[in-house]
């Protein structure tokens, strides 16, 4: 289920998704739901996307492992959190650099005569083909 929602402050999107495992031992008797909120928002000013991520593990039968599914289950979405961050933030950082990226003006290139200094000329041909 995906759900869109703008208002004049802001937007956010709501992805859920519920999977069965049966492969797994018991995976028949449990299936964990998930419920990803993205909202565009700033972060220590920047601006940024905030990602909320609530996660329920629904039993369809009734087993004497609900606590280790549970924990288990609890477990493996920290390692997926962490990892779906760190992604995010190497997906942002490329996107602001690309987005947001500023080429300097050149500075105006002075021709060598017998008063100017070489080594000036010289550094400033190189500051043109710097791109920082």
């Known amino acids: 289920l995906f759900v869109f929602c703008r208002t004049p ?10 999977s069965c495992t049966p492969g797994v031992p018991y995976g028949s008797s449990f299936r964990v739901e998930l419920s990803f909120q993205a909202s565009v928002g700033l972060s220590n000013g920047k601006p940024g996307v905030n990602l909320t991520i609530h996660s329920h593990v629904h039993f369809l039968q009734s087993t004497i492992l609900g606590r280790i599914i549970r924990s288990t289950a609890a477990k493996e979405l920290a390692k997926f959190s962490e990892l779906l961050n ?24 002075v021709l060598p005569t017998p008063a100017h200094n070489t080594a000036a000329v010289t550094s400033s041909a190189a500051n043109e083909r710097s791109p920082s």
């Open 9 to 18: 402050d802001s937007a956010l999107l709501v992805v859920q998704h519920a």
């Open 86 to 109: 760190t992604k995010l933030e190497e997906a942002m950082k490329d996107t602001v650099k690309s987005t947001h990226h500023v080429v300097p003006p050149k500075p105006e290139r």
